[in-house]
Nanobody, 122 residues
Framework: QLQASGGGVVQPGGSLRLSCVASELTLNSYAVAWFRQAPGKEREGVAVIRSSGQTWYSDSAKDRFRVSRDNAKNTAYLQMNNLQADDTAIYYC??????????????????WGQGTQVTVSS
């Protein structure tokens, strides 16, 4: 129901835009969050955009990443700029109805995409 794409290999300082396309559900009824998981680490919330358009970001993402949505295309995006090696991970999109205190908790979300690999390397 959620298809994440747009990952790849990029040099430090580079940019990528991830997409999350929904099928069989209407994205504008949900918040769309982006999580990432690096090897040996827990899944980490990166950014979320609520159905109202309100956004929240992790500290590591707030100055470099931008989450957006196009309801007409039933798609959400994560624009990532100035990527660094620490950003290397599998990135997942998910939908749910979080509040400020819960948006980083993976248990908040009902549906998940399959993940897309982002590798930052020189």
């Amino acid at each position: 129901q959620l298809q994440a794409s747009g990952g790849g290999v990029v040099q430090p300082g580079g940019s990528l835009r991830l997409s999350c396309v929904a099928s069989e559900l209407t994205l504008n009824s949900y918040a769309v969050a982006w999580f990432r998981q690096a090897p040996g680490k827990e899944r980490e919330g990166v950014a979320v955009i609520r159905s109202s358009g309100q956004t929240w970001y992790s500290d590591s993402a707030k100055d470099r990443f931008r989450v957006s949505r196009d309801n007409a295309k039933n798609t959400a995006y994560l624009q990532m700029n100035n990527l660094q090696a620490d950003d290397t991970a599998i990135y997942y999109c998910a939908v749910g109805r979080p509040i400020l205190s819960t948006w980083r908790d993976p248990r908040t979300y009902y549906h998940w995409g399959q993940g897309t690999q982002v590798t930052v390397s020189s």
